[in-house]
């Protein structure tokens, strides 16, 4: 069986390591710390060039909720528009209603302006309303899979709803966990019968910052001075054990 590691990676360093350590996908995102936004026009692009890997892209202007301005659509139809044209094989995205459903009708628009490409919906999913609702109304919107972490703060604790999206789903759209996904629980996720699954593989190390006291933003929520990269090994663990399987 064909399983499928597709790495969140938050910068063209991050999608170089993956292809390294052996995934066949990327979702290219910038500011992970906020769940993850569009990244810039030259990070898709110098991703393409540099990096000969499957590439999706996140069009999500902001952080926060999945509910959005007419304006912020707009910036999201044109992003679309932009990593198109920029080359990418896929896209993620996704929209909510002010109530917590899915907002069937922005959606489907921007999963028909992302043909002939593939769809994937985001871990909007996991906010939403209810979940057997939900997949119905994504699978009705034309998207090919659903990211998620089963509803939990990690795909493991939400293993049990992912087994049953998967029921539920019958073939109609792939089921992708994704959320803290790594070595230690991938056959937990393997159980479920997910046959792709989503990671960052990230791993922090300090910036050289000489001021280390100074927060631009004014707040220490934030470690400013921390970088994140999606790391070789930690990566090609969860593609071992996937491996093994396999075998």
């Known amino acids: 069986m064909n399983r499928i590691v597709e790495v969140c990676a938050n910068s063209v360093q991050s999608a170089i390591n993956a ?27 110098l991703t393409k060039e540099k990096s000969d890997i499957e590439l999706f892209v996140l069009i999500r202007p902001r952080g926060g909720d999945f509910v959005y301005s007419d304006l912020e659509f707009e ?20 929209v909510l209603l002010a109530n917590g459903e899915i907002d069937i009708k ?17 871990r909007a999913f996991d906010v939403a309303l209810e979940p057997m609702k939900a997949i119905e109304d994504i699978i009705d919107c034309g998207a090919m899979r659903i990211l998620t972490s ?4 990690s795909a493991a604790e939400g293993a049990g709803l992912l087994a049953e999206l998967i029921r539920v789903a ?54 400013e001075n921390v970088i994140y990269t999606s790391d070789v090994d930690t990566i090609k663990n969860v593609i071992i054990k996937l491996e093994t399987f396999e075998k």
């Not at 292809?19 to 990070?43: D, F, H, Y």
């Not at 920029?86 to 896209?91: A, N, R, Y």
């Open 150 to 153: 089963g509803r939990k703060n």
């Open 19 to 45: 292809k390294i350590a052996g995934a066949q996908r990327v979702e290219l995102c910038e500011n992970l710390w906020e769940g993850g936004t569009t990244p810039s026009a030259a990070s898709i692009k």
């Open 75 to 94: 910036i999201m139809k044109e992003d679309i528009k932009i990593a198109k044209d920029l080359g990418v094989e896929g896209i993620v995205s996704g």
């Open 170 to 223: 019958n073939g109609r759209i792939v089921i992708m966990p994704g959320g803290g996904v790594n070595g230690s629980n991938i056959s937990t996720l393997i159980e479920t019968g997910c046959n792709e699954f989503h990671m960052s593989g990230k791993k922090p190390f300090l910036g050289n910052g000489i001021n280390s006291d100074l927060n631009m933003n004014g707040s220490k929520d934030i470690p």
């Open 106 to 122: 922005r959606t489907s628009e921007l999963v028909a302006l992302s043909k002939p490409l593939p769809f994937t919906f985001h």
